[in-house]
């Protein structure tokens, strides 16, 4: 079975795809397709920033090793739904039309800070292989802590873009503060062996 | 665009066959054909006047009251009792006034007013509402010489009303116009529409709607008019004065302080379909644009 959890976690990080799948085979996406699908797939890529980030603390929890070989897969999702999220914006909702986007990218503080955090995501994708992280030995683990401003990043991007405090950008941020709290911990009890 | 027309009663296919036939006739097969190329659509003025479908209409609300999603209202409202209903006419006036609901359809004949509306998210649709000029309901009043606006208090019902149990806003909903702006033809009370008694997520009984304005400035399911002295302070102004202005005229040159107003996506129109440019006043400039001379609509947003 542990054999299979790799691809286990792999077809499972696909849910996204399929729901959107049917929901445009089967005409389910509402009023607002456009909309749907951008929402839909930037909410989930802060769900795999928030998954990604539970990899360490699970490892510390369960005292098991497992979870940190699901990190890097998962982490490689986050970056490919936050890059349909991108382009379903670019592409779907302003059709490649530079002159809004770039408008819309410099005084729009939640757009500005959302495709910030879509560049941060690109070092780490780039630099996520194997080879990568004996390439760059120390600064690999240097470089992965971008994951961290690119989640402040990313549920302040969910924050600003809503209307008013509505209930689930505080759920994210609320898990958001739990994880990096964790991180916090573990510096610290680190520091003290 | 058809301001509003006098016509009887239509059931929702009858419309979709006529717009059909209008457009068959009026444009010719060469434009339908064109219409499906996006980056022309920008061009066809046709595209933005389709009606909404009466789903899209009925199932795509925003309404706080009955909570903060949109498919919310539809699904929360159904069993929210409007019977009975009274409106209250008061404030800075001579003799205050209450009207029941039957009194109200009694006294002023609805007519059909197809409409644009424009959310302040970035949508739009096309309605066709039934209701009349809201002038003919405050003339029924004398106001003071101290009345300067109008506020609207929306219904407080939070045993029925869901949403109303969370501060999302602080309720009841308020609302307010200039007494010019409220006097307007094209102020309208709305008592339903496509033909039909207004759905209780489109705020029955009684709303209003103001055409060239963002959408939440058309309070829904109204139970006090209220002539005052001083610019009042609506739920959203109070909510973030910094986003939401009094005045809230549709203008695509003035943006939300976090989006751009500078185009709308139409509902119903699918996945490939392109945002169109948002009109000034949206698009009822004609009508409205004198009550606003001289006036600095990016201060006054």
């Known amino acids: 079975m542990r054999r299979y959890s790799k691809t286990l976690v792999f077809f499972l990080s696909l849910w996204p795809i399929y729901v959107i799948s049917y929901q445009i085979i089967f005409n389910q996406l509402g009023p607002e397709p456009v909309d749907r699908i951008i929402n839909h797939f930037g909410e989930w890529t802060l769900i795999f920033i928030l998954l990604t980030l539970s990899m360490t603390p699970l490892k510390q929890i369960t005292k098991s090793v497992e979870w940190i070989k699901f990190r890097r897969m998962l982490g490689l999702f986050t970056f490919f739904y936050a890059s349909i999220h991108m382009l379903s914006y670019v592409g779907l909702d302003y059709r490649f039309d530079i002159e809004p986007l770039i408008n819309d990218v410099l005084k729009k503080k939640f757009i500005f800070i959302g495709f910030s955090a879509w560049l941060l995501l690109i070092p780490l994708a780039v630099t996520s292989s194997e080879k990568m992280v004996r390439l760059l030995k120390q600064n690999w683990k240097k470089i992965h802590r971008l994951i961290y401003i690119i989640g402040i990043f990313g549920v302040l991007h969910y924050i600003w873009l809503s209307k008013t405090i509505f209930f689930k ?25 | 665009m058809i301001k509003f027309k006098n016509s009887e009663i239509t059931p929702e296919n009858i419309y979709k066959k006529r717009r059909s036939f209008i457009k068959s006739v009026g444009l010719g097969a060469s434009t339908l054909a064109m219409s499906s190329i996006p980056f022309l659509n920008k061009s066809l003025a046709s595209e933005r006047d389709k009606l909404t479908s009466y ?6 609300n925003n309404y706080y009251e009955f909570g903060t999603s ?24 001579e003799k205050p006034i209450k009207l029941s609901m039957e009194e109200i359809s009694e006294m002023f004949i609805s007519e059909e007013r197809i409409y644009r509306l ?8 096309v309605i066709p509402w039934m209701g009349f000029s809201l002038s003919k309901l405050l003339s029924k009043v004398n106001p003071t010489n101290k009345a300067k606006f109008i506020e609207f208090e929306s219904v407080y019902d939070p045993a029925q009303m869901k949403g109303q149990r969370y501060p999302v806003l602080n309720w009841p909903y308020n609302e307010g116009l200039r007494i010019d702006e409220a006097m307007h033809p094209l102020t309208t009370v709305v008592t339903g529409l496509y033909g039909k008694k207004l759905p209780n997520q489109n705020g029955a009984p009684l709303r209003i ?20 002295e001083n610019m009042p302070t609506s739920s959203w102004m109070w909510a973030s004065p910094r986003e939401y202005g009094f005045y809230s005229n549709v203008n695509p040159n003035v943006d939300h302080p976090r989006w751009s107003q500078a185009t709308e996506r139409i509902i119903g129109e699918g996945v490939w379909a392109p945002r169109v440019k948002t009109l000034m006043f949206n698009g009822y400039g004609d009508e409205v644009a004198s009550l606003y001379s ?8």
């Open chain 2, 209 to 228: 709607f103001i055409p060239w304005k963002y959408g939440f400035k058309s309070a829904k399911a109204i139970v006090k008019i209220k002539f005052v």
């Open chain 1, 169 to 193: 950008p505080l759920i994210f941020l609320i898990i958001l503060i739990i994880l990096l709290l964790f991180r916090i911990k573990i510096t610290r009890s680190a520091s003290k062996i």
């Open chain 2, 118 to 125: 424009r959310c302040v998210e970035g949508w739009s649709m």
């Open chain 2, 70 to 93: 949109k498919s919310d209202p539809y699904r929360n409202s159904q069993i929210f009792k409007t019977t009975p209903w009274d409106i209250a006419i008061e404030g800075e006036v």
């Open chain 2, 294 to 301: 001289g006036m600095d609509l990016k201060k006054n947003f």
């Open chain 2, 55 to 60: 789903k899209d209409i009925t199932t795509y």
